[in-house]
Each structure stands twice: as structure tokens, then as C-alpha cells.
């Protein structure tokens, strides 16, 4: 098929959800990506979140290969090998507890929110953010602040209160006795790239001890290595009792889990909650390379290696250029603030062979692979330049 002929495919037979960019894509490697015509781009947002180790890692296709040609899938009432490896690494990884798996970020949030109201006893209300996003079934629309994706598909299932991000006063006040979790994204990545304080986080779990409520930590986008630490959660030294997984724990694949501390890990017992395809044999072999790489290839400490050289270059850009109003992540999670929209910007790197992402209008997103080389950030800060000029 001609590039054209597929727009033209799409357009008659696939649902106008998204707004898209006129590429069609045919092979990656790395952080490098190369479209219909062979034309080669540096990808700088790979897999919105989904491409920590870059396009077609080798231990991902391996693992992959290896399983599809043994077992490609069986049912969560049998159990297989994969799946018991994985949920106990990421246990290791992260707290005391158990997983349930499933195929997405909106998956697993909603399970958390499933959990949290049968924990709850006639609890059920979830306290939420402004500008954060959770997904977009109903309840985690809902769960999202930001009218935008909820405008159209009310009524909006009953139960979540939304707050100002970084207030903890505000959320103070929104508890009342049917409050049971409060549901946070430590960095807002659709909302902007919004980093939470840490003195926000530790009071957000003290309120949460005292009250008796569920802290719901979604690291779908900050999770796997995104922020130097394995998870967000990490660098503000506060423990979830629900983390959600999704994006890059799958080398590309779907994949959606939901970690739960031990102490309420029985609340959704058999019978209450499942998903068909959740923790499939060859989903959770590339989960297991993609863990298993990060380790053998010390991805995590060249990601914070990497992260103050982009850190640096990307402020130096700041004091250059008086359109940009702030640059904020952590990590090779970074948000680069214009006091213009976007999307320009983006579309001058495109053609420069650069894929970055805007969001929030205004926010230049770049989330790299976390093994992405120091020429490869040079290269990339050099067409965001010239698009700046
Ligand atoms: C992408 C994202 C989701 C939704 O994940 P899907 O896999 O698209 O359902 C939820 N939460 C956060 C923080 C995300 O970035």
C-alpha cells in the first residue's frame, strides 16, 4: 500500500477517534523509527510512554519469539510460569503485595477503583486531580480532571471529586465520611508534565493513614524506569497502596497491572474481578526481557546519567530563548513550558525528522528512550532549536 491509499483506508474504515499525523511507520530500532518512504526520524516520544527501551529491543523479540512458538496464550483459571516470574519480580520491585493483571492503563485504574470501593464498605468516593488523566473508560474519565474528555458522555458515574493539583488543603477539605482513596499521578504527563511536591506526597499519605484511605498511585506513565528510579514513588519516599502499571512494562506489548500492599491484597477475592487476556504467556515474557534488560544493561543509572545532560541543554535553551517559560520533569520525563502553543513547534521538528509530543497546548513533551545516546539528545536539541529560531 502507498502512504496515500492507507490514509484513504483509514479514513473509510476506522472510527475518526484520534487526530493524526499523515505518517505511516514500517520498522524502529532504538530510538529510530523509519516511515513508508524510508525516511528516517529520531523518536523522542516513542509509544506515548510505551518505548523506554527504544523500538524492537532485542531481548523483547527473543522472548517473544521463544514463547509465541511454545504456548501463545492460556487462561487466568490454569496458571503458567511467565506470569508467576513476573508478578513476583515486580512485588520485589516495588512493595509488599500482590498484582492483578490485565491489558491497559484505564484496566488497571479501574480495578483500582473496583478494589478501593469494595475495601471501602459503603466508602466509594475517590478524590482526584485537576489536569491529571487516568484513561478513558467512563470511571476513569471521570476519574480524569479535565472536562475535555469528559464532555459529551454523561451522565458520569457517581463517586469522584476533583481537587487542585499540589494543594493538600484542598484535598483536606474534600474528604468527608464516604472518601476512600485518593488517586494521584505523582507527574501529571498528559496534564503537562506537572511534578507533585514532595511535601504534598508525604502529606497526602499522612491524610491517608489517618483517615483510613486507599493513596491509588497511577505510575501508567512514570512507572518502568521513566523517572531514573524504577517507580515515580521512589524518589518521594512514600509507599502506594495501589500502583498502577501499564505503558512500557510491555516492551510495546498491552499489557495493565495493578499492585496491591499486602494488607488488602485479598479484598478482590475469586469471582470479583478479571480480564481474559490480562498476564498472557507472551505479554509477560516481554514484560520479564524488559525487566530483565534494565538490569543487565543498567538502563536505570544511564537514564539519570542522561537526564541531567538533557536537563542542561534543555535549560542553556532557556535562557536563550525567552518563549520558553519553564522546563520541569524528572528523569527523561520532561516538559518543556512555551508561552506559546506548541504545536508548531512540533511540526517544524517533524520535518526535521524529530517526533516529540505536545500536550496541554503550551507543553513541549519529550519523553526519550531511557538508553537513547548522548548524540542522539544532541541531535534531537538541535531541531528543537532551529524549530525555537
Ligand atoms: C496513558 C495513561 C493512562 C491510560 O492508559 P491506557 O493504556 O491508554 O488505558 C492512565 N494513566 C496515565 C497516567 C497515563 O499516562
Known amino acids: 500500500m502507498k502512504a496515500q ?30 516511515d513508508v518512504h524510508n525516511k528516517e526520524y529520531l523518536d523522542f516520544f516513542p509509544g506515548w510512554g510505551v518505548g523506554n527501551l527504544g523500538h524492537c529491543h532485542p531481548k523483547v523479540m527473543q522472548a517473544v519469539r521463544d514463547q509465541v512458538s511454545k504456548l501463545i496464550f492460556i487462561p487466568n483459571n490454569y496458571y503458567h510460569i511467565p506470569q508467576a516470574k513476573l508478578a513476583k519480580e515486580i512485588v520485589e520491585l516495588s512493595f509488599p503485595g500482590k ?5 491497559s492503563g484505564a484496566e488497571a485504574n479501574e480495578g483500582a477503583i473496583k ?4 475495601f471501602g464498605k459503603g466508602r466509594y468516593e475517590i478524590i482526584t486531580f485537576e489536569n491529571s488523566f487516568h484513561g478513558r473508560t467512563l470511571a476513569t474519565i471521570t476519574a480524569t480532571g479535565q472536562k475535555k474528555y469528559q464532555q459529551g458522555f454523561e451522565p458520569l458515574p457517581e463517586g469522584f471529586k476533583t481537587v487542585k493539583f499540589n494543594d493538600l488543603n484542598a484535598v483536606k477539605q474534600a474528604i468527608t465520611e464516604k ?28 491524610l491517608c493513614d489517618e483517615k483510613n484511605l486507599l493513596l491509588i498511585v497511577d505510575e501508567v506513565q512514570t512507572g518502568i524506569g521513566r523517572t531514573g528510579k524504577m517507580f515515580c514513588f521512589e524518589h518521594y519516599g512514600v509507599t502506594p497502596d495501589i500502583m498502577t502499571l501499564a505503558k512500557a512494562l510491555g516492551g510495546g506489548l498491552p499489557i495493565g497491572m495493578m499492585v496491591v500492599k499486602k494488607e488488602i491484597s485479598d479484598t478482590l477475592g475469586p469471582g470479583t474481578h478479571a480480564s481474559t487476556f490480562g498476564g498472557g504467556p507472551v505479554i509477560v515474557r516481554a514484560a520479564l526481557a524488559v525487566l530483565q534488560a534494565m538490569n543487565k544493561e543498567k538502563i536505570l543509572p ?10 542542561g ?22 516538559g518543556v513550558e512555551l508561552n506559546m502553543p506548541g ?15 505536545c500536550t496541554h497546548d503550551t507543553v513541549l513533551r519529550l519523553m526519550p528512550a531511557l538508553n537513547v545516546t548522548q548524540k ?3 541531535k534531537a536539541l538541535n531541531i528543537i532549536e532551529g524549530a525555537l529560531q
Open 5 to 34: 491509499e492507507v490514509f484513504d483506508v483509514y479514513k473509510e474504515n476506522i472510527l475518526p477517534t484520534y487526530t493524526k499525523t499523515p505518517l505511516v511507520f514500517v520498522k524502529g530500532k532504538g530510538s529510530r523509527i523509519w
Open 302 to 311: 544511564a537514564a539519570k546519567k542522561m537526564s541531567g545532560y538533557l536537563f
Open 313 to 334: 541543554k534543555l535549560n542553556a535553551l532557556k535562557e536563550k530563548y525567552p518563549v520558553i517559560k519553564e522546563v520541569r520533569g524528572i528523569g527523561l520525563m520532561a
Open 179 to 206: 472518601t476512600v482513596a485518593i488517586m494521584l499521578e505523582l507527574i501529571q504527563g498528559e496534564g503537562g508534565v506537572n511534578v507533585a511536591s514532595k511535601e504534598f506526597v508525604l502529606g497526602v499519605r499522612k
Open 376 to 378: 542522539e539528545v544532541d
Open 343 to 357: 504545536k508548531a513547534i512540533v511540526e517544524k521538528c517533524l520535518e526535521k525528522g524529530l517526533l516529540i509530543n
Open 115 to 118: 478494589l478501593s470501593r469494595k
Open 99 to 103: 498484582v492483578f493483571f490485565c491489558n
